[in-house]
């Protein structure tokens, strides 16, 4: 079940990602394996930089009432962008909104999915 869990956790991660690039300008993959590997690459990137950025910007956060969180998922979005070939990130400007949309679409499917099952 734990497995079962983790692929579909993973496979509503890269469809979010391909939805958010069909969306956001200057935010595209080559293919749906470019996404599925992104969305493996940025599970670690948020696993293990994300904690460390979060707390050395932890005062930020809690001045602007967390809306700094979404500076910190674009740079996540950014560095998995530099890591990943045949996944493009145009800026940070498209990784900020990108971080908006992927927020709101990963939240919607994760749901979706969820209540599916």
Same mark, same amino acid.
């Not at 956790?9 to 992104?38: E, H, K, N, Q, R």
């Not at 045949?86 to 990963?106: E, K, M, N, R, Y």
């Given at each position: =079940?734990?497995?079962?869990?983790?692929?579909?956790?993973?496979?509503? !991660? !890269?469809?979010?990602?391909?939805?958010?690039?069909?969306?956001?300008?200057? $935010?595209? $993959?080559?293919? &749906?394996?470019?996404? !599925? =590997?992104?969305?493996?690459?940025?599970? &670690?990137?948020?696993? $293990? #930089?994300? %904690?460390?950025?979060?707390?050395?910007?932890? *005062?930020? *956060?809690?001045?602007?009432?967390?809306? $700094?969180?979404?500076?910190?998922?674009?740079? =996540?979005?950014?560095? #998995?962008?530099?890591?990943? %070939?045949?996944?493009? #990130?145009?800026? &940070?400007? %498209?990784?900020?909104?990108?971080?908006? #949309?992927?927020?709101?679409?990963?939240?919607?499917?994760?749901? &979706?999915?969820?209540?599916?099952?």
């Amino acid at each position: =079940m734990l497995i079962v869990n983790f692929l579909l956790t993973w496979l509503v !991660a !890269a469809v979010s990602l391909l939805l958010t690039a069909y969306i956001v300008p200057g $935010f595209t $993959f080559d293919s &749906f394996g470019t996404a !599925a =590997m992104a969305a493996l690459i940025l599970g &670690f990137v948020n696993a $293990f #930089v994300r %904690p460390v950025l979060f707390i050395l910007t932890f *005062t930020l *956060t809690i001045v602007t009432l967390g809306l $700094f969180l979404f500076v910190v998922n674009a740079l =996540m979005l950014w560095l #998995v962008g530099f890591l990943v %070939p045949g996944f493009i #990130v145009a800026g &940070f400007l %498209p990784a900020l909104l990108a971080s908006v #949309v992927l927020t709101l679409v990963s939240t919607l499917l994760s749901l &979706f999915v969820r209540n599916a099952i």
